[in-house]
């Protein structure tokens, strides 16, 4: 007796299983992850939406409370390094942005610091604040990125 | 001497190239004395590749910072052990680790293939040369270890201090290892299809590269597993990190791959699956290293900044280019005529474990690229962290576990409802007894019940199985139980050292359950003398002391555990470092480790009275676990490779049927030889 169609019916169900899980899971958990200029030309869709955005620590800005464990800081773009930029399309903004980001009950990560790259993984709100669960930095430039974070 | 590398490296370039044209030659028109020159290439090669590694490590020992490696990841201060690490802390020395274990692991099979596979191993070797060009291409033209600096700075920059610790300097060699012993079966399963030979001959001749890799992949994970727990200060080992997962990935196929062999080599079914499976190994051991080493997941710019990412994309695409045609070319010859004869058989639990690893494969697959995919497709980055892959890869993990225990149980071709019953019953009593004992001591995750369960289920399948082979022994041959287990353990290594492992899958992914679904976390700015709980935990911060050195400052903190009721368990020391040439800081957790669960402290902030600081405290139940199964599945591993008498027999019995016999026999009999 030949078993094999009822054999790729099982394989065939663990594969649709698999897939459902991978669809469900994209939908639930997916987040944008931007640059600081991107959200400024996407400000009005993203409110409320769960983001990741890419920027620079704007000198001057940062606030740190230890009592309270918040940390109050504004975000600006990273200046593009690479001049070509082919592969990506470059949202163009007029003049200079920046968000301000309030992360609260966390610490403050070992590498922030003024003028530094970070990851700010939060929510826009109202009057373009950033509330942040997390504030991850990058390695300094001179590091190129390995095994790290 | 940079110009010794230099020279080193070129040299081995044009030797990989020679040793393809000579072996090729060689195994086509039937010239042996070409097949032994390109062996005699292949073990030269070796030697460049082993003269540039050695000229660089002496750079790094000797600071010498006219190169522009030493200058960028070494220092004077820099302890000795960590100049000899940063060897792989960068692009080029990496890839010149790659390369270096590439040569010698050839120069290995060469050796073993010097008599054995002479229709395949030339071509297997020719693979294998074809790979180093690769590397030795991007060595020499690409991104060059010996580049020198124009002036010649008095002091280097320093090892990234994230790297300056015990794990990571272990953690890339293991990895590197796993990797690359990776490209031993895949180019004999190559070399399979180029030749047309393709009966289970690769799969036997390289059996043991394959565990080989698949134990280096288990370490190498692992370290990077305890490297994140230690250094990075979150509390967890794993945050699906792009470099996490292409450290998975090949350990996921890897995985698969020995299962499904061994249906091949019982059954002569699933030759195309295997072959793919290889294939798909190797890939990702290759994609592993493409995305560690180009940063590509980070931004699509880093992919054309670090210069490697098109050299190598376009050498996986071809690499699979040319496997898959050469797959297709090959598949009629490669159609088993054995089938599927029940889904209660071992040959159905293995081939249903193989979807579900390549299944959570493909997820980590595409959660890992999908950021750059859509960034090229829409232009909008979308990225996905760890809750993806946790919901994705949380319930399929289940099915695995379960699969964990039919597998070794359930008969081959079929198995009869009594059959089921005898094997299964006391595993399945001993999963529900403990499913119920769980939730009557007021467990409520659905979750961890079931993961519980199964677990139990699993344990409860390996000691059904030591219980009958051990008494077998006890009854036939009257051995005390201790004798009795130690030589069912020796004589049949590879089975009971794969129930081993499987104890250790289990109890790890206890510690990897417990420690997601049960973690609490305090975060607390205290001053000196002041206290908080975390869990039954009092801890006391009592004060700050601050060491410096010409490499490193750091200031540690004195922290009193107090149990629930009051008396003192121990003083940790969790310290914030600050490395001085790099100007970087740095946390150094402290760890209380018990099998119930780790008290995790971390120093995460200080005042500049000295006398405020802020502390992050994880509790995390069963974490001990995991590194406790990590270990259970070295200790299987090494008994799986434990040479075996028996199973040296059985090659020479099926050996001895082949024309060559007496001369493989000999061959392959003598110690070292396999």
């Known amino acids: 007796m030949n078993i094999r169609p009822r054999f790729f019916i099982g394989a065939g169900l ?29 400000q009005s869709e993203l409110g409320g939406q769960a983001l990741r955005v890419a920027g620079r620590v704007k000198p001057g800005t940062t606030d740190w409370d230890p009592n309270t464990l918040t940390l109050k800081f504004e975000i600006v773009p990273i200046p593009d390094v690479d001049a070509g930029g082919a592969l990506i399309k470059p949202v163009v903004a007029t003049e200079p942005v920046s968000f301000r980001v309030v992360s609260a009950g966390e610490p403050k990560p070992d590498m922030f610091a003024p003028g530094r790259d970070v990851i700010v993984e939060g929510k826009l709100g109202a009057g373009g604040v950033i509330t942040a669960t997390q504030v991850m930095t990058s390695c300094a430039s001179k590091y190129k990125p390995k095994q790290s974070q | 001497m940079p110009e010794l590398g230099n020279l080193a490296l070129a040299i081995a370039l044009i030797l990989a190239v020679y040793s393809i044209v000579a072996n090729i030659y060689g195994a086509r028109r039937n010239a042996p004395d070409f097949v032994v020159s390109a062996r005699h290439a292949i073990w ?64 290995v099979a060469a050796f073993q293939n010097r008599r054995r596979n002479p229709d395949t191993a030339p071509y297997a070797l020719a693979v294998l040369a074809g790979v180093a060009i690769f590397f030795l291409l991007m060595l020499n033209f690409v991104t060059r270890p010996f580049d020198l600096l124009a002036t010649i700075p008095a002091e280097g920059s320093d090892l990234n201090p994230l790297l300056q610790n015990y794990w990571m300097a272990i953690h890339p060699p293991s990895l590197y290892i796993g990797y690359v012993s990776a490209s031993v079966p895949f180019a004999f399963g190559a070399a399979a299809l180029i030749t047309g030979k393709l009966d289970d001959g690769w799969i036997r001749s ?40 292409a450290a998975f990935m090949p350990w996921l196929v890897m995985t698969a791959y020995l299962h499904s062999v061994m249906i091949q ?11 793919s499976l290889i294939g798909l190994a190797f890939e990702l051991t290759l994609f592993g290293t493409f995305i560690t080493r180009s940063g590509v997941i980070s931004s699509v710019h880093s992919f054309t900044q670090s210069g490697l990412g098109p050299y190598f994309l376009s050498f996986l695409a071809a690499v699979t280019l040319a496997y898959t045609a050469l797959l297709i070319y090959r598949s009629k010859q490669l159609r088993s005529p054995a089938e599927f004869e029940s889904y209660l058989s071992r040959e159905a639990a293995f081939l249903f474990n193989n979807l579900i690893l390549v299944g959570i494969t493909f997820a980590v697959f595409w959660g890992t690229v999908f950021p750059v995919l859509s960034e090229a497709v829409r232009g909008v980055k979308i990225t996905v962290g760890p809750p993806f892959f946790n919901r994705v890869i949380a319930p399929l993990a289940l099915g695995l576990v379960f699969l964990t ?30 499913g119920i004992i769980a939730a009557a001591a007021g467990l409520r995750q659905w979750y961890v019940l079931t993961a519980l369960s199964l677990a139990a289920f699993v344990m409860g399948t390996v000691l059904v199985e030591f219980r009958r082979g051990m008494n077998a022994r006890r009854h036939m041959l009257a051995e005390p139980p201790a004798k009795a287990l130690v030589n069912l353990v020796a004589k049949n290594n590879r089975r009971y050292g794969g129930y081993v492992i499987h104890v250790g899958v289990v109890v790890a992914f206890i510690g990897i359950v417990g420690s997601s679904f049960f973690r609490t976390e305090v975060k607390k700015s205290v001053h000196a003398g002041d206290s908080f709980t975390i869990g039954s935990y009092t801890l006391r911060f009592l004060g700050l002391s601050e060491v410096d050195t010409p490499h490193l400052a750091s200031a540690t903190a004195r922290v009193e555990v107090l149990s629930a009721d009051g008396r003192e368990i121990t003083v940790m020391s969790p310290a914030k470092l600050f490395f001085i040439r790099a100007q970087q800081p740095a946390t150094e957790v402290a760890i209380r480790s018990t099998p119930l669960s780790d008290l995790y402290v971390v120093l995460a902030g200080i005042d500049d009275s ?12 069963l974490v001990f676990w995991l590194w406790a199964g990590g270990l259970l599945m070295v200790l299987g591993t090494v008994i799986v490779m434990w040479p075996n008498v028996r199973e040296r027999a059985a090659i020479a019995t099926v050996l001895s049927r082949s024309s060559t016999a007496a001369r493989e026999l000999n061959d392959v009999a003598a110690p070292g030889g396999d």
């Open chain 1, 14 to 42: 663990i594969i649709l299983a698999i897939g459902y899980l991978i669809g469900n899971a994209m939908r639930t958990t997916s987040e944008y992850y931007l640059t600081v200029t991107e959200v400024a030309a996407r």
């Open chain 2, 44 to 107: 030269s090669m070796c030697a460049m590749v082993t003269i540039a590694v050695v000229v660089l490590w002496v750079a790094l020992l000797r600071s010498d910072f006219s190169l522009e490696y030493v200058a960028t990841y070494s220092s004077t201060t820099l302890p000795t052990a960590y100049k000899i690490t940063a060897l792989w802390a960068g692009q080029q020395g990496s890839l010149m680790l790659w390369t270096w274990l590439l040569a010698i692991f050839t120069s």
């Open chain 2, 206 to 245: 390289t059996r043991r590269w394959a565990i080989f890799s698949w134990f280096f992949l288990t370490l190498g994970n692992l370290f990077g597993a305890r490297w994140a727990y230690e250094v990075l200060g979150w509390g967890g080992y794993w945050a699906w990190d792009p470099v996490e997962n």
């Open chain 2, 265 to 275: 080599e019982r059954k002569d079914m699933l030759k195309i699956w295997n072959l």
């Open chain 2, 405 to 434: 225990g039919i597998g070794p149980l359930i008969a081959w071709r079929r198995t009869t409802t009594d059959n089921l019953v005898r094997s299964f019953a006391a595993p399945v009593a001993i999963g529900v007894v403990t």
């Open chain 2, 610 to 621: 000295g006398q405020t600081a802020t502390f992050e405290v994880f509790l995390t139940p």
